[in-house]
């Protein structure tokens, strides 16, 4: 789905506003999902993004920033403890969506709240892939709770939560290691170690550039109804890959004894063998024609 921001509380008697401004400014060149959706919330809220004059992305963490003289930081609790800050007790306990906190100079002013527009056709895409019997699993960083709650809406198999983005490709792995053909989907930067390690890798249109470097296939429309769409598509690639080496082999069979026997007009095996040719690509061309849906 498409993170948004759903709430902000604010601490240290600081307005919401200033959180979602310096927020935003520190996540001004960030390719994570979850500051494109903050950058965001402040663009529709017509608040000020100022340019941050240093910037430094802390890879499942954060970021680091300066604007406007502060010294900011924006990211996640395992973040804020490794610079000294102690997150106040509780403070997200009512929360199910992802956590990001906000921290200005030497004292924390506040917590955003993101969670996920699941887009209209997720369900539908997992329904797809059940159908064509494969195991779906989500694999996430945000907390149990969010991921839970998004596999039960959906119906997925498996859930991986609070998987750091060095782990995801090492979770990747150990799913290959016990015999599956694994395909990952994803879209953020973080996802581009998992997408590079997985059997197929397939990367959303509408996310960051690397992710998009990395996957063997992207999905131009970001519709994940694609992911089935694809592989429907790579299956039925293979079988026209397997019957057209049976017809050319067949045609080489038959023809090239009778040849080498004076049995075949040396007219009739040249036809013979063109109309191999023909018949590969013809039968090729059927793809064209199949029932699977190309709209994503």
């Known amino acids: ?3 948004v921001v759903s709430e902000i509380t604010a601490l240290a008697g600081v307005a919401e506003q200033d959180i979602l401004k310096f927020a935003a400014s520190a996540e001004l060149f960030s ?9 965001n919330s402040a663009r529709g809220r017509q608040i000020q993004i100022l340019e941050p004059s240093s910037f430094s992305n802390e890879p499942g963490l954060g970021v680091r920033a300066t604007v406007d003289g502060h010294s900011i930081l924006v990211g996640s609790e395992p973040l804020l403890r ?6 106040v007790h509780g403070l997200k306990t009512h929360a199910t969506g992802s956590a990001v906190y906000v921290a200005r100079d030497d004292a924390l002013i506040g917590l955003i709240i993101l969670t996920d527009e699941l887009k209209p056709d997720s369900a539908d895409a997992i329904k797809e892939m059940h159908r064509m019997k494969l195991r779906t699993v989500l694999l996430t960083g945000d907390n149990r709770a969010t991921a839970e709650a998004i596999a039960k809406v959906l119906h997925i198999d498996d859930v991986r939560a609070e998987v750091k983005p060095g782990e995801k490709a090492r979770v990747v792995k150990e799913l290959q290691s016990s015999g599956a053909r694994v395909a990952m989907v994803g879209d953020g930067i973080n996802d581009a170690p998992a997408l590079a390690q997985a059997d197929l890798g397939i990367a959303i249109g509408s996310g960051s550039d690397i992710a998009k470097e990395t996957g063997g296939i992207v999905l131009v429309g ?20 397997r019957q057209n080496l049976f017809l050319a082999f067949i045609y080489n069979v038959l023809a090239i004894p009778l040849a080498a026997f ?13 109309l191999s040719d ?8 059927l793809l064209r024609r199949s029932d699977i849906d190309r709209g994503n």
């Open 1 to 3: 789905g498409k993170p």
């Open 31 to 39: 390719e994570h999902p979850l500051a494109k959706a903050i950058v």
């Open 82 to 87: 490794s610079t000294g800050f102690q997150p």
């Open 222 to 241: 970001g519709s994940v109804r694609g992911v089935a769409t694809s592989i429907k598509l790579g299956r039925a690639t293979m079988r026209k890959v």
């Open 262 to 274: 004076g049995l075949l007009n040396p007219l009739l095996a040249a036809a013979a063998m063109a």
């Open 278 to 285: 023909v018949t590969v690509i013809g039968n090729a061309l």
